[in-house]
């Protein structure tokens, strides 16, 4: 596979366009906060005067969206785009988006949840590397780790390896090189049997997903497999899979080891490296990963290295 194009550094001072490909902004005051740290960093966040007003779930009509998307992307103002937040969306828009402006304009675009669908799309039809991190709504919530890991990754360092802390080496086995590509899994999930959907041959997968009932993430799982989206992986990294605060840790403790179990019976005829408890997801330390990039995954040493 040819490299992929890496998008030019953000410096002090460069402006971020914010879109809304997916869901509306329904937290202003979260909004306002994440705004407001992107300016603490010492980028100019812009966004429009009217906060992407509906309809319904979704910030504005398709075409609209999509739109915006492009505008953003063909702006030599413009140095980057983040998403505003998730929620549901990007699928719509695919139809509408120009993926060969994103090779003439190569600027980092970032995101996570609904966002996966959109940065597994740039990647396999521009062969753009993009991020898959933190959104403005979920930036009050981040750690001073991921808030670091966010602000290198966007002034160009994001080669900078991961010593991935607390991981749980579900399943070991010999290092493994592979294309780093994943997200949220049921976004993954809603683009296979699509024309949009993407390779996963000789990849590093990475999931997470929030507050879905086990039986569902057990059939989204079986369904990869069944699929044989699972039989070209190198190697398998499980984020955060969190469940509401209602649930006690005894209850979390055995809906993550049920997820990690599910993985290991799916894959027994394919025993690639399977990491559980990585820094990826809707929780406070969702680490910025560059979608697109060449990954080294170390068992030995928990480490994920990039070249």
């Known amino acids: 596979m040819a490299k992929p194009l890496v998008p030019s550094a953000l410096e002090k001072g460069d402006i971020i366009g914010i879109v809304a490909p997916a869901g509306r902004v329904v937290e202003q005051a979260r909004f306002e906060k994440g705004i407001r740290i992107l300016r603490e960093m010492g980028f100019e966040p812009v966004f429009p005067r009217e906060l992407w007003p509906g309809p319904g779930y979704l910030a504005d009509t398709d075409v609209n969206r999509a739109g915006e998307l492009m505008r953003m992307v063909a702006s030599p103002e413009v140095k980057a785009v983040m998403a505003a937040r998730g929620g549901y969306g990007c699928l719509r828009?695919?139809?509408?988006?120009?993926?060969?402006?994103?090779?003439?304009?190569?600027?980092?675009?970032?995101?996570?949840?609904?966002?996966?669908?959109?940065?597994?799309?740039?990647?396999?039809q521009a062969n753009l590397l993009c991020f898959h991190g933190p959104v403005v709504t979920s930036l009050p919530d981040c750690t001073n780790t991921a808030l670091e890991r966010l602000y290198y990754s966007l002034t160009g360092n994001f080669r900078k390896g991961l010593q991935v802390g607390d991981v749980e080496i579900v399943r070991g086995g010999d290092?493994?090189?592979?294309?780093?590509?994943?997200?949220?899994?049921?976004?993954?999930?809603?683009?296979?049997?699509?024309?949009?959907?993407?390779?996963?041959?000789?990849?590093?997968?990475?999931?997470?997903?929030?507050?879905?009932?086990?039986?569902?993430?057990?059939?989204?799982?079986?369904?990869?497999?069944?699929?044989?989206?699972?039989?070209?992986?190198?190697?398998?990294?499980?984020?955060?899979?969190g469940m509401d605060?209602?649930?006690?840790?005894?209850?979390?403790?055995?809906?993550?080891?049920?997820?990690?179990?599910?993985?290991?019976?799916?894959?027994?005829?394919?025993?690639?490296?399977?990491?559980?408890?990585?820094?990826?997801?809707?929780?406070?330390?969702?680490?910025?990963?560059?979608?697109?990039?060449?990954?080294?995954?170390?068992?030995?040493?928990?480490?994920?290295?990039?070249?």
């Open 93 to 124: 828009t695919l139809a509408h988006l120009d993926f060969s402006q994103f090779r003439k304009n190569p600027k980092p675009v970032i995101g996570f949840s609904d966002l996966t669908i959109l940065l597994n799309q740039i990647f396999a």
């Open 175 to 241: 290092e493994v090189r592979g294309i780093l590509v994943g997200g949220n899994l049921s976004s993954l999930m809603a683009m296979i049997g699509t024309p949009y959907d993407p390779s996963w041959k000789e990849a590093i997968l990475f999931i997470e997903d929030i507050n879905e009932p086990l039986y569902k993430i057990d059939r989204m799982l079986t369904q990869l497999a069944l699929s044989g989206k699972l039989e070209g992986v190198r190697g398998l990294l499980i984020g955060d899979f």
């Open 245 to 307: 605060e209602k649930f006690d840790t005894i209850s979390k403790l055995r809906y993550t080891e049920a997820i990690w179990t599910r993985v290991l019976e799916l894959t027994s005829n394919t025993p690639f490296p399977v990491w559980g408890n990585c820094p990826i997801g809707h929780f406070n330390n969702n680490l910025t990963l560059p979608l697109g990039l060449p990954t080294i995954m170390d068992s030995n040493a928990a480490t994920l290295s990039f070249y």
